[in-house]
């Protein structure tokens, strides 16, 4: 067993990936978290959060993954940048693949988290944060007393756009049906703002504008068929997460949307591989939920360690 | 302020990026941007190593929000690469730090 590189080598850098560390460092584990850019994940763009237990006052998603930084550090838990590009599962001893070299282990912990869907309509790219974006309170400050589209009609397309009125002028929610499938409070607070304008039935098919900026978005009405342009600063896109694993082929069962299957010891289809986190197919995507799962993941990776 | 990276604004931006003799690497930030502050150990690591040939830059967009606006910045982290006054590069968003090396030796 001696050339077997890690006991554990854990995907993804945010809040479960950070935890799953912290846990396997405790445990004294030889472990690797292997991380894209830095530690972090979506929740660096979160501008405050109020749910997690601990911080009567709130704190933001960056301040709150700093802290889980320098908690692991302490714990001396070892992360490199690299970006996975394939695994093999299928031995006792498994491998994960990145652009220089082959790392082997006994255990994997995918928390690798998920990203926000794009439309896959023309500007889109093109005009990726030089007017469209997927984050509120990322870009909201550069949109002031401007008029905005946003596109989707989910809790966090209803939650930004209310964010973006205490910057912009107005805002065009477009959705695709006759009603929002946000909460029932996030409902009522939206009909009642007067700078949200409701686009029912709608989808955008262009984003159209000049060399450096947004100037309008073309909308197609899905039921009458019947299409025009609103004239727009910007477009703020919240159509829903899809799951970070384009890495993984066939290693692990997923669900039709590319979410992992876990059991309640958050191990995969894959003997001693582990999800956690928004990668997994989980009812709710929160950091409470998301350092819930690694702790699981990490100790269930522990037992299968000891088992060998 | 890391050392080796400069603070610019709308008033020296001209004199230190456009007229530098050196390449330049402009960050463009504020303090309320998440991303922005999770990327600034990569600056600080690419200062070690490219500081010498390139010029490391940083622009506060809140305080001076002419030159963003002429570049077409509605996100940060924006980081944009400049040789000779012009445009090399524009990246946006958090990015790796070997896609960062990689743009940089593009230019040098």
């Known amino acids: ?159 930004e756009s209310m964010y973006l009125t205490k910057f912009v002028k107005k805002v065009y929610l477009i959705h695709r049906r006759d009603q929002l499938r946000a909460a029932a409070i996030l409902q009522e607070r939206a009909f009642k703002n007067e700078k949200i304008d409701f686009i029912w039935d709608s989808v955008v098919t262009d984003i159209i504008g000049g060399l450096t900026n947004v100037e309008k978005v073309a909308v197609k009405n899905v039921k009458s068929g019947e299409t025009r342009e609103l004239v727009v600063d910007g477009c703020f896109v919240w159509v829903g997460i899809e799951p970070n694993t384009q890495f993984l082929t066939n290693d692990v069962s997923m669900d039709k949307y590319g979410f992992i299957l876990a059991d309640l010891n958050m191990e995969t289809s894959a003997p001693g591989v582990y999800a956690a986190g928004d990668v997994r197919n989980t009812p709710l995507r929160q950091v409470v939920t998301a350092v819930g799962d690694a702790a699981i993941a990490a100790f269930s990776a522990q037992h299968y360690i000891e088992s060998l | 302020m890391a050392e080796g990276i400069l603070e610019i604004n709308d008033g020296s931006f001209e004199t230190e990026v456009i007229q530098s003799d050196k390449p330049v690497l402009v960050d463009f930030w504020a303090p309320w941007c998440g991303p922005c502050k999770a990327i600034a150990p990569i600056m600080e690591e690419l200062v070690g190593d490219f500081g010498d040939k390139l010029k490391f830059t940083k622009f506060n967009v809140d305080d001076s929000p002419v030159t963003p606006g002429k570049y077409g910045i509605r996100a940060i982290p924006t980081l944009i690469l400049f040789k000779d006054g012009e445009i090399s590069e524009q990246i946006v968003g958090m990015v790796a730090k070997s896609k960062l090396e990689e743009s940089i030796n593009k230019i040098l």
């Open chain 1, 1 to 159: 067993m001696s050339q077997v590189d890690y006991d554990l080598v854990i995907i993804g850098g945010g809040p479960a990936g950070l935890t799953a560390g912290l846990y396997a460092a405790r445990a004294k584990l030889n472990v690797l978290l292997v991380e894209k850019i830095v530690p972090g994940g979506q929740i660096l763009v979160t501008d405050w959060i109020e749910n997690y237990p601990g911080f009567p006052e709130g704190l933001s998603g960056a301040d709150l993954v700093l802290k889980m930084s320098e908690q692991v550090k302490k714990f001396g838990l070892n992360i490199e940048t690299h970006e996975v590009i394939s695994v093999d599962f299928s031995q006792a001893v498994k491998t994960v693949r990145v652009s220089d070299k082959a790392i082997t282990c006994h255990t994997v912990i995918i928390a690798t988290g998920a990203s926000p869907k794009k439309l896959g309509v023309p500007g889109e790219d093109i005009f990726f944060g030089k007017g469209v974006s997927f984050c509120a309170t990322c870009d909201a400050p550069f949109y002031k007393d401007c008029i905005v589209a946003a596109v989707g009609g989910g809790d966090t397309a209803v939650q």
